[in-house]
């Protein structure tokens, strides 16, 4: 896995996260225990600091940026960003779902428990209400989340953290 300082900056990845030797992880960027960093994954916190939070699951191909020093890239616990998602110099609280192929512009904020549905845009400095289904281009409200839908992203977080613990434990044993 190409780990690249970039000046003085360099990352920092705790032992208990999963990272893809097929993965970038350049600058300024934590990821904390728990974590998971899947193929092709880009993580640049190349103008300010990139923070992906416990039992967080980055999907193949997602890009996470933060190219602007006013837009550090906070990203909560138990996160899950799916596949081709652009995430630039945002704040994501935790237990977000992000849908496949979404776009979160910078200065953007998706509170605690957000799911933003596949394909949505979230436009620079907009603020997405806690436990809120939202969708489109641009990104709209459509209900609000469910305890019962709370617990079921527990689940498949859990879920999503026993198997890259799997294969952590695997790759070691090889």
């Known amino acids: 896995m190409p780990v690249l300082p970039f000046g003085d900056k360099s990352p920092n990845i705790d032992a208990m996260a ?3 030797p097929q993965a970038t992880i350049m600058g300024e960027v934590d990821i904390l225990a728990g974590a998971s960093i899947w193929p092709g994954a880009v993580i640049r916190g190349d103008q300010a600091s990139v ?6 699951c980055v999907q193949d191909s997602v890009v ?3 190219h ?4 550090p890239a906070i990203i909560g616990n138990d996160v899950i960003i799916s596949t081709a998602t652009a995430i630039h110099g945002v704040y994501v609280g935790d237990s977000v779902y992000i849908g496949e192929g979404c776009v979160v512009f910078d200065g953007a904020t998706l509170g605690e428990g957000v799911s933003l549905a ?3 845009i ?6 997405i209400p806690p436990r ?3 969708s489109g281009a641009p990104a709209a409200q ?12 527990t689940i498949r977080v859990e879920t999503i953290t026993q198997t890259f613990m799997k294969l952590k434990r695997w790759q070691h044993s090889t």
Do not use: D, L
């Open 51 to 56: 923070r992906i939070g416990e039992n967080t």
């Open 122 to 127: 979230v436009p620079p400095n907009i603020v």
């Open 64 to 66: 996470i940026h933060a």
């Open 132 to 134: 809120t289904q939202n």
């Open 68 to 71: 602007n020093e006013n837009n």
């Open 18 to 20: 999963y990272v893809s």
């Open 142 to 153: 459509i209900r609000e989340i469910s305890r019962e839908e709370i617990e079921k992203h």
């Open 118 to 120: 596949p394909g949505s």
